[in-house]
T-cell receptor, first 113, second 113 residues
Framework: TQLLEQSPQFLSIQEGENLTVYCNSSSVFSSLQWYRQEPGEGPVLLVTVVTGGEVKKLKRLTFQFGDARKDSSLHITAAQPGDTGLYLCAATDRGSTLGRLYFGRGTQLTVWP | DAGITQSPRHKVTETGTPVTLRCHQTENHRYMYWYRQDPGHGLRLIHYSYGVKDTDKGEVSDGYSVSRSKTEDFLLTLESATSSQTSVYFC????????????FGPGTRLTVL
């Protein structure tokens, strides 16, 4: 059973379009993280959200943590080919001091020029 | 970039042979993790370490063992490799565990024939 469900699994869009990726769970988390991974490389952290309802912006990327801390979304405005990659959400257990991360399966985004 | 190297970067081996993957860090971080990444599963935690000689199992630890005799090195051993262990293996490090950022290495692609 996957702890974190990401959708969609694949997304192929044209440059300039907007998109939203979702990360859902039935569990409550102390924090949720979004990573981006490019082919042949390890994931790179984009953002960590900790507080229910929190919204963080990173240039054209907007991240939101659900009020109940069970879900999150990543919205990209005016996507560019450089945004192409695998986007992963990950969460830590409430109260975990060891930093065990549980990952979703990822969303493979392709942005065409 | 965090100073994390993994060796080898690619390896092809035969079923039944032992294999050891190495993760080396120059950041003096306390926490180290081994993940495997497979299509349709995302990243899954194999083992982790919270200090020298302090290790514990993750969610997919069967068939794997680890050792950490020095802060900078975390070794992952497949005692008798099987085809189901064909995967991409990532090492990660974290300074403080918990929700602290995990930095990932470049990965090792292992193929077991």
């Amino acid at each position: 059973t996957q702890l974190l469900e990401q959708s969609p699994q694949f997304l192929s869009i044209q440059e300039g379009e907007n998109l939203t990726v979702y990360c859902n769970s039935s569990s409550v988390f102390s924090s949720l993280q979004w990573y981006r991974q490019e082919p042949g490389e390890g994931p790179v952290l984009l953002v960590t959200v900790v507080t229910g309802g929190e919204v963080k912006k990173l240039k054209r990327l907007t991240f939101q943590f659900g009020d109940a801390r069970k879900d999150s979304s990543l919205h990209i405005t005016a996507a560019q080919p450089g945004d192409t990659g695998l986007y992963l959400c990950a969460a830590t257990d409430r109260g975990s001091t060891l930093g065990r991360l549980y990952f979703g399966r990822g969303t493979q985004l392709t942005v065409w020029p | 970039d965090a100073g994390i190297t993994q060796s080898p970067r690619h390896k092809v081996t035969e079923t039944g042979t032992p294999v050891t993957l190495r993760c080396h860090q120059t950041e003096n971080h306390r926490y180290m993790y081994w993940y495997r990444q497979d299509p349709g599963h995302g990243l899954r935690l194999i083992h982790y370490s919270y200090g020298v000689k302090d290790t514990d199992k993750g969610e997919v630890s069967d068939g794997y063992s680890v050792s950490r005799s020095k802060t900078e090195d975390f070794l992952l051993t497949l005692e008798s490799a099987t085809s189901s262990q064909t995967s991409v293996y990532f090492c990660a490090i974290s300074k403080a565990g918990g929700t602290d950022t995990q930095y990932f290495g470049p990965g090792t692609r292992l193929t077991v024939l």
